[in-house]
């Protein structure tokens, strides 16, 4: 959610959200949703920003995260919340990557 909404009961349907999804999950990654609008804003260079930039942004990140990069045959999701979150109590993720670049610019960029 983000850090300031509409609805004066925001920060408490998100702790209980938060609260029932660690119960039914082994690990839960935390994404906020001001830091995916700061990207898009000043990295990706938008003014309007929609809830499908939002969403592009955060699957190009999870893309990035979860994608397998070494030469193992299979990647196993288990065995990264095993190492990750290694107490049942402790499954909070956060992620954070770089760099985020908007589409124009991408030609002036050297990766």
């Known amino acids: 959610p983000y850090s300031s909404g509409e609805v004066i009961v925001q920060n408490y349907n998100a702790l209980l959200a938060l609260a029932r999804v660690t119960r039914a999950c082994d690990a839960v990654l935390m994404v906020g949703n001001d830091g995916l609008h700061g990207i898009c804003r000043q990295r990706m260079a938008l003014d309007k920003v ?32 095993a190492h990750l979150c290694p107490h049942p109590d402790y499954k909070l993720l956060q992620l954070y990557s770089l760099p985020q670049t908007a589409a124009a610019r991408r030609d002036y960029s050297s990766y």
Do not use: I, K, Y
């Not at 930039?53 to 699957?59: K, P």
């Not at 995260?65 to 990647?75: G, I, K, S, T, Y």
């Open 50 to 81: 929609s809830l499908h930039d939002l969403n592009g942004v955060l699957a190009q990140q999870l893309s990035a995260a979860l994608a397998p990069c070494d030469d193992r045959p299979v990647f196993r999701m288990a065995d990264a919340c």
